[in-house]
């Protein structure tokens, strides 16, 4: 079975992100994965810096980067913040892509190769965009393959029901369709 991780950039209760990404896991389950969400609120992951690297690895910031190179993709839900990603998600992607054991320099065993998707809702008529622009440039570097869909939930405040699924048609099946691409890609490059 197809794994596929689940980080959220978010910890604020309310996000409009981890709606998003519970809407998500469930497509992805749909289509066949086996889905592990991951709440970075949960680690005790310290600001990365080379210091506390060479001095101790963090274990939650080394359970993670396990975690995801168990994995055979990711999706990324990220909110914007200025016009990028959230510290908190940019932290444990720099911990999880760090070596460790006798790895090299630039092993990057939680990333390279693997596939990501991207998503975001924000309360901005842009849904998250230039946030997504910047998180998939990170993703690149650390040698990931992002899928080209990419889903975006503009004035995310108006764009949920109470019942937590999507009003609109668009977004709704964009979910969907970008987590049949998720999954179908992870499965190819993993086979």
């Known amino acids: 079975m197809t794994k596929i991780a689940v980080i959220v950039g978010s910890t604020r209760d309310g996000s409009y992100n981890r709606a998003l990404a519970r809407l998500a896991a469930a497509r992805l ?23 506390l690297e060479k001095g101790a690895f963090p274990p939650d910031a080394l359970a993670l980067k396990q975690l995801l190179a168990a994995q055979d993709g990711i999706l990324f839900v990220s909110p914007e913040y200025n016009g990028s990603i959230p510290a908190l998600l940019k932290n444990a992607i720099d911990w999880a892509s760090r070596p460790t054991g006798d790895e090299g320099p630039v092993a990057l065993t939680a990333f390279r190769g693997k596939v990501a998707a991207i998503m975001s809702a924000s309360v901005s008529p842009f849904g998250g965009l230039r946030g997504l622009t910047h998180l998939r440039q990170i993703l690149n570097t650390i040698q990931m393959v992002v899928i080209p869909e990419q889903v975006l939930v503009p004035l995310a405040h108006t764009g949920f029901g109470e019942d937590g699924q999507l009003k609109e048609p668009l977004p709704a099946s964009l979910v969907d369709m970008t987590a049949a691409r998720l999954v179908r890609v992870a499965a190819a490059l993993a086979a």
């Open 29 to 51: 389950a749909a289509h066949g994965a086996e889905v592990t969400a991951l709440d970075l609120a949960t680690l005790d992951l310290p600001i990365y810096s080379d210091a």
